[in-house]
């Protein structure tokens, strides 16, 4: 039997997490605020959005699932919300607490610094690397600066 070329197992890889990372097969676009809640259940977090509204799920640690509505209530996307790409959207000196708060949910901890500000920190997996986004925040609350390192505490637990 000949073995398979190294590129083609590298793609079958991706594949295999692409698939693996869908947010939801379950729940289309145009699926009501109802029709989430009763698959879904409660939300861990929920915001208004100023054209719709926002439901976040956290499946299991290191996820977070964002379910966004229209104003009359109609999915209109879903995504993972705690990527490294998603991360790298936050506009230093732009973005403040409430933004952050939205996108990506509560952080996991939360570390007051002084009067000089805090940190929020996010713990999340991406390529089977697990991964802490630092957040640095203002005494205002203004992000300040996003610092990543991986994760020394994590395991296959992961929290």
């Not at 203004?142 to 390192?149: E, M, N, Q, T």
Request: include cysteine.
């Amino acid at each position: 039997m000949t073995p398979l070329p190294r590129c083609f197992i590298g793609v079958v890889a991706v594949l295999l997490f692409v698939t693996g990372c869908a947010v939801s097969r379950d729940l289309q676009p145009g699926a009501s605020v109802d029709e989430v809640l009763a698959r879904r259940g409660t939300p861990w977090a929920s915001y208004q959005l100023p054209a719709g509204q926002r439901l976040l799920y956290s499946p299991q640690p290191g996820q977070v699932q964002s379910f966004d509505f229209d104003a009359t209530g109609r999915l209109v996307r879903t995504e993972q919300a705690l990527t490294r790409s998603k991360f790298g959207s936050i506009m230093p000196g732009q973005w403040r607490a409430t933004e952050l708060q939205q996108t990506f949910g509560p952080p996991a901890r939360r570390a007051v610094d002084g009067d000089k500000g805090s940190v929020w920190t996010y713990f999340f997996r991406e390529y089977g690397v697990y991964w802490l986004a630092r957040i640095h925040l203002d005494a205002a609350g203004l992000v300040g600066r996003i610092d990543f390192a991986e994760d020394p505490a994590a395991d296959d637990r992961y929290r």
